[in-house]
T-cell receptor, first 113, second 115 residues
Framework: DGGITQSPKYLFRKEGQNVTLSCEQN?????MYWYRQDPGQGLRLIYY???????QKGDIAEGYSVSREKKESFPLTVTSAQKNPTAFYLC????????????FGPGTRLLVL | GENVEQHPSTLSVQEGDSAVIKCTYS??????FPWYKQELGKRPQLIID?????GEKKDQRIAVTLNKTAKHFSLHITETQPEDSAVYFC??????????????FGKGTKLSVIP
């Protein structure tokens, strides 16, 4: 898990603003994931990507967008359409195509001003 | 899609006692079941996992059992220590199509070990 980094640690969003969360990994993993965690809830999948230039919606994709231009990077944009963005966002990676362990980054806590 | 139920939501045990957390899942095609431990404000970390061709797996004080017929799996922690205090999540992974797997998580169990 030390091979996945997320930035920033804390992020503040103003109403109507889009913000982008960074996720980078040096584990040479093909698959990357974004999860949202709310208090008392489990992790819910936002988007995932199995390969560069391809990604799929998870269970709660509305109000979010992603890109996968490089194998190492999978940034998440929280758009103004996401009306309740306050949460802890976790990025993860794993070897694609197999049921291997997902390794998590340290997370970004997003707060609304 | 997959649905994972986890119980209890909170669990308090005396140091040295055992703790058991149970999960059920709905998709009979799921065949990989990891358990994660998350300390406050930190990232989830894998503590043990089990695959559908195995009924039980142990790693020191931690064990996981799987009953595929009943679609439930459990985490057992023996000789609990204060540093075991954390939130524990179970998850189930099933094939979602085109060779991709998704993990569906339970809502977590907050374990408190009282010294």
């Amino acid at each position: 898990d030390g091979g996945i980094t997320q930035s920033p640690k804390y992020l503040f969003r103003k109403e109507g603003q889009n913000v982008t969360l960074s996720c980078e990994q040096n584990l040479n993993h093909d698959a990357m994931y974004w999860y949202r965690q709310d208090p008392g809830q489990g992790l819910r999948l936002i988007y995932y990507s199995q390969i560069v230039n391809d990604f799929q919606k998870g269970d709660i994709a509305e109000g979010y967008s992603v890109s996968r231009e490089k194998k190492e990077s999978f940034p998440l944009t929280v758009t103004s359409a996401q009306k309740n963005p306050t949460a802890f966002y976790l990025c993860a990676s794993s070897i694609a195509g197999t049921q291997e362990t997902q390794y998590f980054g340290p997370g970004t806590r997003l707060l609304v001003l | 899609g997959e649905n994972v139920e986890q119980h209890p939501s909170t669990l308090s045990v005396q140091e040295g006692d055992s703790a058991v957390i149970k999960c059920t899942y709905s998709d009979s095609a799921s065949n990989y079941f990891p358990w994660y431990k998350q300390e406050l404000g930190k990232r989830p970390q894998l503590i043990i996992d089990i695959r559908s061709n195995v009924g039980e797996k142990k790693d020191q004080r931690i064990a996981v059992t799987l009953n595929k017929t009943a679609k439930h799996f459990s985490l057992h922690i023996t000789e609990t220590q204060p540093e075991d205090s954390a939130v524990y999540f179970c998850a189930a992974s099933g094939l979602k199509g085109a060779g991709s797997y998704q993990l569906t998580f339970g809502k977590g169990t907050k374990l408190s070990v009282i010294p």
